[in-house]
Nanobody, 124 residues
Framework: QVQLVESGGGLVQPGGSLRLSCAAS????????MGWYRQAPGKERELVAV???????NYADSAKGRFTISRDNAKNTVYMQMNSLKPEDSAVYYC??????????????????WGQGTQVTVSS
């Protein structure tokens, strides 16, 4: 069984910063892509940033220049540094991982592992 545990959300004033973390644990053989998505009330979940196993990154236009995604492969952890936060960044942020597990010698790979979500609220 695989778990993704997020931390680092909270309340911050406009212009402030937060750092999100997501640690994956369980019978993990390998982790390919990891990323962050967010969902605001009444809106669909949207991509914020993703990072490949090799460190290649991709950002939503709204995140470019303000957010930085990184990962520590040895710790199976992905981070996202969020600077210059705006009220429109308020949402529940979800960690996602595409990974392979190894059980009884068999590999099973999926891209739909999700964390429980962490609330980010940007307000004065």
């Amino acid at each position: 069984q695989v778990q993704l545990v997020e931390s680092g959300g909270g309340l911050v004033q406009p212009g402030g910063s937060l750092r999100l973390s997501c640690a994956a644990s369980g019978r993990i053989f390998s982790i390919n892509g990891m990323g962050w998505y967010r969902q605001a009330p009444g809106k669909e979940r949207e991509l914020v940033a993703v990072i490949s196993i090799g460190g290649s990154t991709n950002y939503a236009d709204s995140a470019k220049g303000r957010f930085t995604i990184s990962r520590d492969n040895a710790k199976n952890t992905v981070y996202m540094q969020m600077n210059s936060l705006k009220p429109e960044d308020s949402a529940v942020y979800y960690c996602n991982a595409a990974l392979c597990t190894a059980v009884s010698g068999a590999l099973a790979c999926r891209s739909d592992y999700w964390g429980q979500g962490t609330q980010v609220t940007v307000s004065s």
